[in-house]
């Protein structure tokens, strides 16, 4: 068994002879103590191997901070892809009302990603200098996960499968979300399926080509927006994607923001302009038509 990476703050306490007051409760609420012949907390949730990947390359303080704040990140994201998948799925299905308590779910994450922001804004640039010269040239741009949380939700670019050519196994997951309907694409099929009109283009395409805005769609979404009461999935599934895109701009601003903030602009480790790219993409829109038919209605 590897060492955790950190010392418990109680090493070294000695215990006293005489039971305290919380080796009494414990008796007391006779919680099992013996964990030889049975699985503890650590054993289920694999507690060794999460809290021995922790492995900084720099002598810097902060970089703890650093490594904890992207792993977290990558777990929410596993997540936030089981919910997103298993939602396009349902809503392939006709089965709605799964997909709205996945789709609630996939926003209250990323609202979490939103907030930890927080968090990594602690650290200052001279903090932040001292262990950036030990990322060499990783960066989040090569996060897999992240890459097919954008491609599920629409945002498609190939060029983006090039990170990952170097590993075939991870190259065809993100491969996977490129060539899948999105699920903007699925809600679109569902709409027709309901009987409302939805441009043939939107329906049967090649899926891998980023969404193009159709004053067709607009109008299909429209008719839901119109009458609430007789579209109501529809105008539920609608919300939904309003929340998560909402979401996910917050989350967006949030990293160009603490980006400025600790490299000024200075180009990313990832070969991009740093913010000027992260900026551009603050203009991505996932779900165009629920946006504008806002104006129109
Ligand atoms: C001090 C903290 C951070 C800095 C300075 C930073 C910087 C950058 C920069 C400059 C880029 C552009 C790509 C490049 O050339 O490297 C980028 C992309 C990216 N970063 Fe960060 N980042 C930070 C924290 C984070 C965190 C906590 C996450 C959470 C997972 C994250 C995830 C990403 C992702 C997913 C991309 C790709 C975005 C896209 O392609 O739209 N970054 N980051
Ligand atoms: N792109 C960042 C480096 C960076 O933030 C990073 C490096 C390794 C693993 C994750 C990272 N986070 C987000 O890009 C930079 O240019 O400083």
């Known amino acids: 068994m590897s060492e955790p990476t950190s010392g418990c703050p109680m090493h070294g306490a000695t215990p006293s002879s005489a039971p305290s007051a919380g080796e009494s409760i414990v008796a007391e609420e006779k919680a099992q103590l013996d964990f030889s012949q049975s699985m503890s907390y650590g054993d289920y949730l694999q507690i060794d191997s999460i809290l021995s990947a922790q492995k900084p390359l720099s002598p810097a303080h902060d970089e703890l901070l650093f490594i904890i704040q992207h792993q977290t990140s990558e777990l929410w994201m596993k997540l936030m892809l089981h919910e997103l998948t298993a939602a396009i799925a349902h809503i392939a299905q006709d089965d709605l009302p799964p997909a709205f308590k996945m789709l609630a779910r996939v926003s209250k994450i990323m609202e979490q990603l939103v907030h930890a922001w927080d968090v990594l804004a602690t650290m200052t640039p001279p903090e932040y200098s001292a262990m950036r010269p030990y990322l060499g040239a990783s960066s989040g741009f090569q996060s897999f996960q992240y890459r097919c949380i954008e491609f599920s939700l629409g945002n498609k670019n190939a060029a983006m ?24 694409d699925e809600a679109l099929k569902l709409m027709a399926r309901r009987g409302i009109a939805v441009p043939a283009s939107h329906l049967q395409r090649d899926w891998t080509q980023p969404y193009v805005a159709d004053a067709g769609v607009e109008a ?5 927006y119109r009458a609430p ?4 999935d529809l105008y ?9 895109e909402d979401a996910f ?7 160009v923001t603490t980006v400025e903030r600790v490299i000024g602009f200075k180009r990313g480790t990832g070969g991009t302009g740093g913010v000027s790219y992260l900026r551009k993409m603050l203009d991505v829109v996932l779900f165009p038509e629920i946006w504008s038919l806002r104006t129109a209605l």
């Open 220 to 224: 299909a979404w429209l008719q839901v």
């Open 249 to 255: 701009r917050l989350w967006r601003f949030r990293h």
């Open 236 to 244: 539920q599934l609608a919300e939904e994607l309003t929340d998560l």
């Open 161 to 184: 499968l090039k990170p990952h050519a170097h590993a075939p196994e991870r190259l065809a997951l993100v491969q996977a979300a490129y060539e899948a309907p999105s699920l903007y």
């Open 229 to 232: 009461r007789e579209h109501w």
